[in-house]
Structure formats: C-alpha cells, structure tokens
C-alpha cells in the first residue's frame, strides 16, 4: 500500500487560494482509502486551525491527519528534552503547541524584567509579528545557554503576492547574532520523519508531495520516499536543472495526481 504525504503551503494552497483540483484530489483518496497526511513546515497554526483553512476551502480532513512543524518540535522535545522554561519567536500556532508542552513559557513582559536568564529553550519559526525586541531576547537567552531550537529551514514561504520571508530568515538572524546553529525539526530533518512515518501508519511505499527542492525534494530523497514535485510554489523547472537533488516525477500542480495515482495504483486499488 501507498501512503502520501502532502506539503501545504504551494502544493494545496497559495496563501488563502487553494490551488485548483486539490479538493478533488483529497477525495479521491478518501474514496480509494489510500491513506494520506499533510505535513507542512510553516508553523504559524496548529492542526485545528489548520483545519479550519482547509475547510473554507472545501478540504474536509481529519484534525490528526496535520502535522505542523511546530506539532513535530512538541513531539520532539517531549520525547528528548528535559523541561525548562521557553521562550517561543513564532506565530500563534507554535505557542499553542509549546503551551501544550507544559512546561512554561516566558513571554516579552517577563522578558524585559529578567526573567530571560531562566529561559532554557529559544523555539523559533515563522513569526508575522516579529520584532527588535523579540530577537534581542532570543539572542540574550541563547547567548546565556538557552537551547536553539527551530522549527524549520524554509527561508520563504509561497504567498498571494510571491514569496514571503520564512522561518529560515529569522533563524538566519539569530544565528547571526548568537554564533549558534540551531536544531532544526521540521523537512528536511529526521524528528520530522519520524512523525509523519507514525501517522501514516504501515505502508509498503511513501509519496512525497511538495513545491520545494531544499526541503521536501531533500527530505523524500534522504528517507527513500517517492519525491514528487509541483510548480506552483516555490521551486522551478530552473531550479531542477540547477539541482544536484531531482524529483522523481515534475507535475504541473497536484491537479494531475489524480491521473498519476489512477495510472500507477488502478489495478491494486480495484482489487
């Protein structure tokens, strides 16, 4: 059996316009009972919320079958971390899931009156509302040991508009300012393989489906995945040609999955 993991940011959607056919693709599965999850890097939600997106869009899918980078960096430090208190650069969704840890986290107002001395993990991922003051406390905690933790490596995320600044540009910064290479969870890294591998459950073959060749590409090659690329993200036909890493199968967007599951898993689907 088959099971598929799906990008989101480019792959379903562009920002809040989901990309044509996705809708039907996910039913097309579902009908087929070939199981599936979404695995996306940005962390700014957490699954409810990320459900939520998908339901506007007419995609009626299951809270656990969305893992965030953010759900991934929970898992992670749960199974490998001891508890200390956090200090979290991200989006709402990624201090929902550090919430869920349990563990504490240390806000700017604590922050500015010193408590940043106590901070033991500095967890950054995409942050819409980043500030000065929030990189000088991360930088300040780290500088003073806090574990440097981030939640993935994209540098840009498709948006309406074209590309925004990711996850990866404000790591970046603080890697500038602390001298320090951070953990990183998310694709193209192993915490977040090993997430989405549990969730799928058993399958015999894993398709990975993404816009980005640093990062899903990367991430299906290194983990004997089927890479599947679609051009209506982040990453080119120019920039395949360019790569060292190849995609096993380039389509124009997730539309013509449907034609490529159909063609390759027809005959054991209808048994």
Same mark, same amino acid.
């Given at each position: 059996? #088959?099971?598929?993991?799906?990008?989101?940011?480019? @792959? #379903?959607?562009?920002?809040?316009?989901?990309?044509?056919? /996705?809708?039907?693709?996910?039913?097309?599965?579902?009908?087929?009972?070939?199981?599936?999850?979404?695995?996306?890097?940005?962390?700014?939600? +957490?699954?409810?919320?990320?459900?939520?997106?998908?339901?506007?869009?007419?995609?009626?899918?299951?809270?656990?079958?969305?893992?965030?980078?953010?759900?991934?960096?929970?898992?992670?430090?749960?199974?490998?971390?001891?508890?200390?208190?956090?200090?979290?650069?991200?989006?709402?969704?990624?201090?929902?899931?550090?919430?869920?840890?349990?563990?504490?986290?240390?806000?700017?107002?604590?922050?500015?009156?010193?408590?940043?001395?106590?901070?033991?993990? @500095?967890?950054?991922?995409? +942050?819409?509302?980043?500030?000065?003051?929030?990189?000088?406390?991360?930088?300040?905690?780290?500088?003073?040991?806090?574990?440097?933790?981030?939640?993935?490596?994209?540098?840009?995320?498709?948006? $309406?508009?074209?590309?925004?600044?990711?996850?990866?540009?404000?790591?970046?910064?603080?890697?500038?300012?602390?001298? #320090?290479?951070?953990?990183?969870?998310?694709?193209?890294? $192993?915490?977040?393989?090993?997430? /989405?591998?549990?969730?799928?459950?058993?399958?015999?073959?894993?398709?990975?489906?993404?816009?980005?060749?640093?990062?899903?590409?990367?991430?299906?090659?290194?983990?004997?995945?089927?890479?599947?690329?679609?051009?209506?993200?982040?990453?080119?036909?120019?920039?395949?040609?360019?790569?060292?890493?190849?995609?096993?199968?380039?389509?124009?967007?997730?539309?013509?999955?449907?034609?490529?599951?159909?063609? #390759?898993?027809?005959?054991?689907?209808?048994?």
């Amino acid at each position: 059996m #088959v099971g598929i993991i799906f990008d989101m940011d480019g @792959v #379903v959607y562009r920002g809040n316009e989901p990309i044509e056919g /996705a809708k039907e693709v996910i039913e097309f599965l579902k009908k087929r009972s070939i199981p599936f999850i979404f695995l996306t890097n940005n962390s700014t939600r +957490d699954p409810a919320m990320y459900r939520e997106k998908l339901l506007l869009m007419g995609i009626d899918v299951p809270e656990d079958t969305i893992v965030t980078s953010g759900v991934a960096t929970r898992l992670y430090m749960k199974k490998h971390l001891k508890p200390g208190k956090i200090f979290v650069i991200g989006g709402e969704g990624l201090h929902r899931e550090m919430k869920r840890l349990g563990w504490g986290t240390v806000g700017l107002d604590d922050a500015r009156n010193g408590m940043w001395r106590e901070i033991k993990y @500095v967890v950054v991922g995409l +942050d819409p509302e980043l500030t000065y003051e929030k990189l000088k406390y991360g930088t300040l905690a780290i500088r003073n040991g806090a574990k440097f933790i981030g939640t993935n490596p994209d540098t840009t995320y498709p948006a $309406e508009e074209g590309l925004y600044p990711g996850a990866g540009a404000i790591i970046a910064a603080l890697k500038a300012s602390t001298e #320090v290479e951070p953990l990183i969870i998310g694709k193209p890294n $192993e915490p977040a393989y090993e997430v /989405a591998k549990e969730k799928l459950g058993p399958v015999d073959e894993i398709w990975m489906v993404g816009d980005r060749l640093d990062t899903d590409i990367v991430f299906a090659k290194r983990f004997g995945m089927k890479a599947i690329m679609v051009l209506t993200g982040v990453s080119s036909l120019k920039d395949i040609e360019k790569s060292e890493v190849k995609p096993d199968l380039v389509l124009p967007s997730i539309k013509e999955l449907k034609n490529h599951i159909s063609t #390759v898993l027809g005959d054991e689907n209808e048994r």
